[in-house]
């Protein structure tokens, strides 16, 4: 029996923050609901605490800041199923905030990180066109810069040597197709043209061929040394220009479709406040990474300044408008997991929660596909209590009523402890609670030696503190009734 009562426990401590939830917003609706101007002829029911709905008074009374009670008059509500009323008093201590829907081209904005890189289309690798040895070399480290034209190294080759003797002896037969054979063979090793005429002059074998840089840019990933053995197969080194970047940047799964080669995109740094630069998607993998579920997409930047660095941290912003939609702030949208909902605001104090179909979600926007019009009010503030006011289902009213201090219901005993019963009992509306089974307290007058586990009675209830009290029973025991406690049925 122990394990059984400590089982409805948790249950008792919902029950309890249920009953709290409504018992304020029965307050909130008394207190807004009634709060319009009484005639002469009216004299008010009670009057409500503005900053505490639960606090009643019979007569004016100041709260402790010195703030007036509010008048609550019996008064029925105008307006369509589902409208409450709120004073201006509630609503400012509410801290209520409207926000116009509006109809205005969707924003698609994604935003990630990505890091500053090469652009490979413009990375070139330096090979030599001959076996041979590095005899002089005239850059010496990484990321040193070069200009189309400056030497980057003199090789050594026997076949350059032999390639050259072979023109001289073209030369000197005289024979104009055989010397124009001979000296393309040299064009072919990429011999310079100034070195091919130098040895036409000289009529000498010069032993190395001094390999110029094909263009300007930065050195990267040099792989080789004076002295060293080079052949064809194996690159040397690779020349980058910075003058343009690409950024990699990673995307969520969900992100993918929305990202398409062409769309603009702008990169920010931390480290330069103020700038920012303008580029686009350049290409969008086919494939996502199977550890992070995230889609690679690449984005070209102009660097005519050479500010952007490889390996620089960027933040970027990838948007392209499209259609135009209807869109609130994202936050005035009230998830419930089986519907969503906003609060309109119809003027005069008076609102509604009406369900609503959502569209896309742009960071801090929120576009609703219907349920809403251009130029309506929505509550982008305390929506939560407003909507806490009206019921979660269609026709909205759950809080028609006061909420009474004791209610009457029936049930069946399921379990009995010292001073405690456990009742599985039937809905009680009059608190909003389901049919459920929980465990209550016996109050002084209630007789427990006339329950018994299984046995059938109808029984009285109030909240006590954080638990829930027995104050009468009625045990129904075939024809024969037993009445105990201070109630009335």
Same mark, same amino acid.
């Given at each position: 029996m122990e394990s059984n009562t400590s089982s409805q426990r948790p249950l008792k401590g919902i029950l309890l923050l249920a009953a709290l939830a409504g018992s304020a917003a029965a307050g909130y609706w008394l207190a807004s609901h009634h709060a319009a101007p009484a005639s002469a002829e009216k004299q008010p029911l009670y009057w409500v605490n503005p900053m505490d709905p639960a606090d009643k008074r019979p007569g004016p009374a100041k709260d402790s800041m010195g703030m007036d009670f509010i008048p609550v008059y019996e008064e029925k509500q105008d307006g369509s199923p589902g409208t409450v009323t709120i004073a201006p008093e509630i609503q400012q201590n509410m801290g209520v905030r409207l926000a116009e829907v509006t109809r205005a081209p969707w924003l698609q904005r994604i935003d990630t990180v990505g890091y500053v890189g090469y652009d490979e289309e413009r990375l070139e690798t330096v090979t030599a066109r001959l076996s041979g040895w590095i005899r002089r070399l005239y850059v010496k480290s990484e990321g040193q810069t070069v200009r189309a034209g400056e030497p980057l190294f003199d090789l050594y080759s026997p076949d350059l040597v032999n390639a050259q003797k072979e023109f001289l002896?073209?030369?000197?037969?005289?024979?104009?197709?055989?010397?124009?054979?001979?000296?393309g063979k040299l064009r072919a090793l990429e011999v310079p043209q100034s070195q091919i005429d130098q040895v036409r002059q000289s009529r000498r074998v010069q032993e190395t061929i001094r390999v110029?840089?094909?263009?300007?840019?930065?050195? @990267?990933? *040099?792989?080789?040394?004076? %002295?060293?053995?080079?052949?064809? #197969?194996?690159? /040397?080194?690779?020349?980058?220009?910075?003058?343009?970047?690409?950024?990699?940047?990673?995307?969520?799964?969900?992100?993918?479709?929305a990202v398409q080669p062409g769309m603009p995109a702008t990169m920010t740094?931390?480290?330069?406040?103020?700038?920012?630069?303008?580029?686009?998607?350049?290409?969008?993998?086919?494939?996502?990474?199977?550890?992070?579920?995230?889609?690679?997409?690449?984005?070209?930047?102009?660097?005519?300044?050479?500010?952007?660095?490889?390996?620089?941290?960027a933040a970027v912003r990838i948007e392209q408008a499209r259609a135009p939609v209807l869109q609130v702030p994202a936050e005035a949208v009230i998830r419930t997991?089986?519907?969503?909902? @906003?609060? *309109?605001?119809?003027?005069? %104090?008076?609102?509604?929660?009406? #369900?609503?179909? /959502?569209?896309?979600?742009d960071g801090e926007r929120q576009a609703i596909l219907e349920g809403v019009e251009a130029g309506d009010k929505v509550v982008s503030s305390a929506q939560f209590l407003i909507d806490s006011e009206s019921s979660l289902g269609s026709d909205?009213?759950?809080?028609?009523?006061?909420?009474?201090?004791?209610?009457?219901?029936?049930?069946?005993?399921?379990?009995?402890?010292?001073?405690?019963?456990t009742l599985s009992h039937e809905a009680v509306p009059e608190w909003q609670w389901p049919a459920m089974e929980m465990e209550f307290a016996l109050g002084d007058g209630v007789d427990a030696s006339a329950l018994k586990v299984g046995g059938a009675l109808h029984f009285e209830m109030r909240q006590q503190g954080d638990d829930y009290l027995i104050t009468a029973i009625h045990v129904m025991d075939g024809a024969a009734t037993t009445t105990t406690g201070h109630g009335g049925h």
């Open positions: 002896l073209a030369l000197g037969s005289g024979n104009p197709l055989i010397i124009k054979a001979a000296e110029p840089a094909p263009r300007s840019g930065y050195l @990267v990933d *040099l792989k080789v040394r004076e %002295g060293q053995y080079v052949d064809p #197969a194996n690159p /040397l080194f690779s020349l980058a220009a910075l003058d343009r970047v690409w950024v990699s940047a990673e995307l969520f799964e969900r992100q993918a479709a740094l931390d480290y330069a406040p103020g700038r920012s630069w303008q580029g686009r998607v350049d290409y969008v993998y086919p494939t996502l990474d199977a550890a992070t579920r995230t889609l690679k997409v690449r984005l070209r930047f102009a660097n005519p300044d050479g500010f952007l660095r490889p390996n620089m941290f997991g089986r519907q969503d909902r @906003v609060v *309109l605001a119809l003027g005069d %104090g008076r609102f509604k929660s009406v #369900a609503v179909r /959502l569209g896309e979600r909205f009213q759950r809080m028609t009523a006061f909420r009474p201090e004791s209610v009457w219901s029936q049930g069946t005993v399921t379990a009995l402890s010292e001073g405690r019963v």
